[in-house]
């Protein structure tokens, strides 16, 4: 049992440039998340999905787009990548919706990818 | 507004040492508390769910306990460890949100 992995570990970018992250869990999860987490802040939701094939917005999705076409993968793409956009990404899926009032709502993330654009 | 509030920020302690954790917060209605810690360059990892009929929790040396009526909650760790060296994050569900904290920097040295 892997849990959530995530490629790259790590990534360097120019500006203007595009890449996509990958995340893929192993536990049969419906609900995954994308967040960034930067120094000082907590961590901060940008897309999640509900179930293959459907995504919606967090809290900072500007700048990002995301797609689920299979249930145990979650890719996160950056079009046009921006100094703006350097940070810590981590993807986490859970049983239910995290923020339901549910037991089974714990989260359970990958090792993170970290993204320097210059 | 909904808020989670962490403190101290960050702290030091000898190892052997006990230290509390705390997490204030304002997310209203609310569903349950966390307290999930996270290893430099690792993602976090849940360490006890805090329901609102429930006051104390224990995972071995990590005790967390909540007040709902003062929105409180505390992570307190005995015996501290150097492996106890993280970052210590509380999150609450509220409806269908959850709220982060910031988290505390909690680093055990010898």
């Known amino acids: 049992n892997a849990g959530v992995t995530q490629t790259p570990k790590f990534r360097v970018l120019k500006t203007g440039q595009s890449m996509t992250l990958l995340c893929a869990q192993d536990?049969?999860?419906?609900?995954m998340y994308w967040y960034r987490q930067d120094p000082g802040m907590g961590l901060r939701l940008i897309h999640y999905?509900?179930?293959?094939?459907?995504?919606a917005k967090g809290e900072v999705p500007d700048g990002y787009n995301v797609s689920r076409l299979k249930k145990q993968n979650f890719l996160l793409g950056l079009e046009s990548a921006a100094p703006s956009q350097t940070s810590v990404y981590f993807c986490?899926?859970?049983?239910?919706?995290?923020?339901?009032?549910?037991?089974?709502?714990?989260?359970?993330f990958g090792p993170g990818t970290r993204l320097t654009v210059l | 507004k909904n808020q989670v509030e962490q403190s101290p920020q960050s702290l030091i302690i000898l190892e052997g040492k006990n230290c509390t954790l705390q997490?204030?917060?304002?997310?209203?209605?609310?569903?349950?508390l966390r307290w999930y810690k996270q290893d430099t360059g690792r993602g976090p990892v849940s360490l006890t769910i805090?329901?609102?009929?429930?006051n104390t929790k224990s995972n071995g040396r990590y005790t967390a306990t909540l007040d709902a009526d003062t929105k409180q909650s505390s992570l307190h760790i005995t015996a501290s460890q150097l492996s106890d060296s993280a970052s210590y994050i509380c999150?609450?569900?509220?409806?269908?949100?959850?709220?982060f904290g910031k988290g505390t920097t909690l680093s055990v040295s010898s």
């Open positions: 805090m329901t609102f009929s429930e």
């Open positions: 997490c204030n917060y304002t997310v209203s209605p609310f569903s349950n």
């Open positions: 999150v609450v569900s509220g409806g269908t949100a959850l709220i």
């Open positions: 536990m049969n999860h419906e609900y």
């Open positions: 986490a899926s859970s049983r239910t919706l995290a923020g339901f009032p549910h037991p089974y709502n714990e989260q359970f």
């Open positions: 999905s509900v179930g293959e094939g459907t995504t």
